[in-house]
């Protein structure tokens, strides 16, 4: 007999669906990647564009360029669309309805639904506030049992923009292979270091995967460029996998990436710049305030500052209706008293976000 149905199963993302109908403002500051690039600004032509093309296992222009980039064998590189799907590739080969994951909290909503959807058993391991955010391979030894198959965590980390160092993941991997687990490393943010060689995770041990985009650090959404980089036989049973999901990408999407990435250090030069420059700003107005505290990365496009009192609901609503400014409420990070900004769009409209942003804060005080 066939079984029913698992209808508690999560269907949706409520961060998405609220990102999609509720985030846009004036003055967005919940944006978390980079202003979008316009194709006037990539140069390229229509010549070097098609509509369709081979529709094998990766279009290999662009499998040749993100190995060589992470210093990879083509056959570890899978391309997806954009880092959600890589996630959900990743993690629907990764583990089966039941096996036991460890999910960092607080945690993108998005990325642990999609565990859920998929039949995880799903335990969470604390990235505290106090400490940081940090990353704490003791706190995740608590929590690994002999059951757990997969370790999931950010890095940069989302919501806070935490940076987890290589030694501190080789010592999760090496809890991830005392019981036969893999870890999965989000690293879309991780891009925002604009190193020449990204660092990448993949690099530490096989009980590595790890996923990312041209999203974020590169106002690049639109191409939805993602990719996951995996040993070899995982890599092809993602390939696979992906026959009953995508099947074939936009041929002129992955034409489109290529010419990115062969331009890729101009355009990641123009958004270091940025970021330092927001990153700055948004220092200067958290140092105004008494009424806030915040862990503070030195790198990235996101911090995630905590009331000093309070929830931030009343706060994204006054922001929203009267003052024409977004953030991104803590809830959907299971963290009420916090919010996200984002520091990557246009420099006067972020100026002007962060006055408003006093203005509605000092209206609730």
């Not at 690293?187 to 041209?214: I, K, N, R, W």
């Amino acid at each position: 007999m066939t079984a029913a149905p698992d209808k508690t199963r999560v269907k949706s993302s409520e961060y998405m669906h609220w990102a999609k109908t509720r985030s846009q403002a004036r003055f967005n500051l919940a944006t978390s990647g980079l202003a979008n690039v316009k194709l006037a600004e990539l140069d390229v032509s229509l010549a070097e564009l098609e509509i369709s093309g081979e529709t094998g296992y990766g279009y290999q222009p662009l499998v040749n360029l993100l190995a060589d980039r992470f210093q990879v064998d083509n056959s570890s590189v899978v391309t997806a669309a954009g880092t959600s799907f890589a996630n959900h590739l990743a993690l629907a080969v990764l583990i089966n309805p039941g096996d036991e994951i460890l999910f960092e909290s607080p945690g993108y909503e998005p990325f642990l639904a999609t565990a859920e959807y998929l039949g995880a058993s799903i335990k969470r391991f604390e990235r505290r506030f106090e400490n940081g955010f940090a990353v704490s391979a003791a706190e995740i030894e608590r929590n690994l049992s002999p059951r757990t198959r997969l370790i999931v965590i950010t890095n940069f980390h989302n919501p806070s923009g935490v940076l987890t160092d290589n030694q501190t993941l080789k010592e999760v991997g090496e809890l991830a292979q005392r019981v036969n687990a893999r870890v999965l490393v989000d690293e879309v943010y991780l891009e925002m270091l604009f190193a020449e060689t990204p660092q990448t995770a993949f690099h530490l041990g096989d009980q590595f995967v790890v996923s990312g985009s041209l999203t974020k650090a590169y106002g690049l959404s639109g191409l939805r460029c993602g990719w996951i980089l995996a040993e070899p036989a995982l890599a092809e049973k993602m390939w696979r996998l992906n026959d009953l999901f995508a099947a074939t990408p936009v041929h002129a999407g992955e034409r489109l990436s290529v010419v990115a990435l062969k331009q890729l250090p101009a355009i990641a030069e123009r958004a270091r710049i940025r970021l330092d420059k927001h990153r700055h700003l948004l220092n200067q107005f958290l140092d105004s305030r008494e009424d806030l505290e915040a862990v503070r990365p030195q790198f990235g496009s996101i911090m995630f500052p905590r009331l000093q009192e309070g929830d931030a609901d009343r706060l994204c609503d006054l922001l929203r209706e009267k003052y024409e400014t977004s953030v991104v409420p803590g809830k959907f990070f299971e963290m009420p008293a916090h919010f996200r900004v984002g520091m990557g769009g246009d420099t006067e409209a972020f100026t002007e976000g962060l006055v408003r942003l006093g203005q509605a804060l000092d209206e609730l005080r």
